[in-house]
């Protein structure tokens, strides 16, 4: 089983997890950063980094992309040209101008392809990747394979 296949079975057994900003544990509460968190956990054994405490609007007021370089310190970019595979972190930029803040693991199930993330005032659920979510997508990333 790929890192990515190992991603996708690790983030469906958080859904359900209710939406709690800042959470990390499966089945009490994660928001979309505390999902990806915990499928790293799974994965590794161990927490990728401890963030700082943020609030909902992440960096917004001072448009630092804090998300992004984030995800560039743990996980391996995907190149543009390259097709969106089941088990890549898509990172989505929520507002044209706004800081990209939303992250989700893609997925792929019998109604095609989806992803799975923390919706805020929801839960962890698993989304069809609708024309208007993709285009949100401003960069995709891969669990690295073998130990962290």
Known sequence: MTVGERAVAAARRWLGTPYRHQASTQGAGADCL???RGVW???YGHEP???PAYTA?????GGEELLWAAALRHLLPVPEEIRFHSGQVALFRMRDGGVAKHLGILSTGPGGPGFIHAYSGHAVVESPLSAPWARRIVARFTFPEGER
């Open 34 to 36: 505390g999902l990806i």
């Open 41 to 43: 956990r799974e994965l």
């Open 49 to 51: 980094e401890l963030p």
């Open 57 to 61: 609007d992440w960096s917004e007021p």
